[in-house]
């Protein structure tokens, strides 16, 4: 049995045994505790295979019909779901790879990370989270926040 950080047993867990889950309180959690301003999180329509926005915190109002679905391999979010694998930007406002949408920048946010939620390599979503500075996530932060989405998807409904 792997070793789990002490975050998603200690603070998660308790909120995901909620009947109904908040996820409003899911996401704020997670954004407190990785000293965030903004974050989402989206859920796997498996049918039509686009990302659905289940929660967000701290994206401007004007820019949620751009999140609210999000097709696989587009952005932050549909790249890291596409790859199976965190992607980060250390600013985003700076960032001129192609991977974060040009809307992605009205956030004004910079150190910003997106996660895949993948449980036995199965895809349910993604988190993303970021910090209105210049950051780059630590190797610790990214795998506890993949063990954090790991257990997410023990609780959405696929």
């Keep these: 049995m792997k070793q789990q950080s002490a975050l998603p047993n200690t603070i998660i867990t308790p909120l995901l045994s909620a009947n109904p889950i908040d996820w409003q309180e899911v996401l704020s ?5 990785y000293d965030c301003s903004t974050g989402t999180i989206h859920f796997l329509d498996k049918s039509s295979s686009l ?3 289940k929660v967000e915190q701290g994206i401007p109002p004007f820019l949620i ?24 930007m250390c600013n985003l ?10 809307a992605a920048k009205e956030t004004k946010v910079e150190g910003s990370i997106a996660l895949p939620l993948l449980k036995d390599n199965v895809l349910f979503g993604t988190l993303g989270i970021a910090k209105p ?10 795998n506890s926040l993949m063990t954090i989405g ?8 696929g």
């Design 51 to 53: 990302l659905h926005l």
């Design 65 to 88: 019909p751009k999140l609210s679905e999000i097709p696989i391999g587009k952005g932050m979010a549909g790249i890291a779901a596409e790859r199976r694998k965190p992607v980060e």
């Design 150 to 157: 790991e257990e997410i998807c023990d609780y959405i409904k």
């Design 93 to 102: 406002q700076t960032d001129d790879s192609g991977v974060a949408r040009p």
């Design 133 to 142: 500075v210049p950051y780059d996530f630590t190797e610790e932060e990214i």
């Design 29 to 33: 959690t997670i954004i407190v505790n």
